[in-house]
Nanobody
Framework: QVRLVESGGGLVQAGGSLRLSCAAS????????MGWFRQAPGKEREFVAR????????YYADSVKGRFTCSRDNAKNTVYLQIDSLKPEDTAVYYC????????????????????WGQGTQITVSS
């Protein structure tokens, strides 16, 4: 079992930045691929980013490339999502997730690739 707790969301003006954190319980954090997803009101949850077990590889949705940066600190059992140049369309609940499949599998860009989910943190971007 892995318990994930996100933090760092809030209300921010367009153009601003936020850093989300996701703290994981357990001693096997480094064995999981970590992903970030978001869900805007009335929309389905969508993939945002994922990071490999070591943190050496990342993959982003096209819609966030260049503005979002995913990183992890395995010593702290924490994964981060740095979000810059925020836009109103980034308004959503952001979720972190842990999965045990291969980083390169396309499934890891879908909800099915992940076994554990956090409760989410809200980001609201005002124009």
């Amino acid at each position: 079992q892995v318990r994930l707790v996100e933090s760092g969301g809030g209300l921010v003006q367009a153009g601003g930045s936020l850093r989300l954190s996701c703290a994981a319980s357990g001693r096997t954090f480094s064995s999981y691929i970590m992903g970030w997803f978001r869900q805007a009101p009335g929309k389905e949850r969508e993939f945002v980013a994922r990071i490999s077990r070591s943190g050496g590889n990342t993959y982003y949705a096209d819609s966030v490339k260049g503005r979002f940066t995913c990183s992890r600190d395995n010593a702290k059992n924490t994964v981060y999502l740095q979000i810059d140049s925020l836009k109103p369309e980034d308004t959503a609940v952001y979720y972190c997730a842990a999965g045990s499949l291969s980083f390169t599998r396309p499934t890891m860009s879908t909800l099915r690739g992940y076994d554990y989910w956090g409760q989410g943190t809200q980001i609201t971007v005002s124009s």
